[in-house]
């Protein structure tokens, strides 16, 4: 397991000793003393489950800022966007916008 995995908090075990991860590189052994993990580290992990990935996402993003975050963006796009091309922007703006529904 790599640390970018495990949770601020988690105890891991690497090169035969026990650290609390502090950071997203950094780790305090029990015995005291900060140190940098490298990313490439291989970590056994203890007693700690490792971070979900895939519900993160879900729970970090408020819809309606996305949605007037988008709107603003395309706004803007339209005005710089020749008349040609606002067709083809319109329908990706759609496709945006539906991949928000499902």
């Known amino acids: 397991m ?3 995995h495990l949770a601020i908090g988690a105890r891991f075990e ?3 000793i026990v650290y ?3 950071g997203p590189l ?3 052994s029990e015995q005291g003393g900060q ?3 490298p990313r490439y580290a291989t970590l056994k992990p203890l007693d700690v489950p490792a971070v979900d990935r895939g519900s993160a996402g879900k ?3 408020d819809r309606a800022r996305v949605v007037a975050a988008f709107e603003s963006f395309y706004a803007c796009a ?3 966007t020749d008349a040609g091309g606002r067709e083809r922007l319109a329908g990706a ?3 945006f916008l539906a991949a928000l529904r499902s």
Do not use: D
Request: hydrophobic letters at 40%; zero cysteines; charged letters at 30%.
């Open 2 to 4: 790599k640390l970018q």
């Open 14 to 16: 690497y090169e035969g």
């Open 20 to 22: 609390v991860k502090t």
């Open 26 to 28: 950094t780790a305090s």
């Open 35 to 37: 140190r940098v993990i």
């Open 59 to 61: 729970t970090g993003l």
């Open 78 to 80: 339209v005005e710089v």
């Open 93 to 95: 703006r759609e496709a």
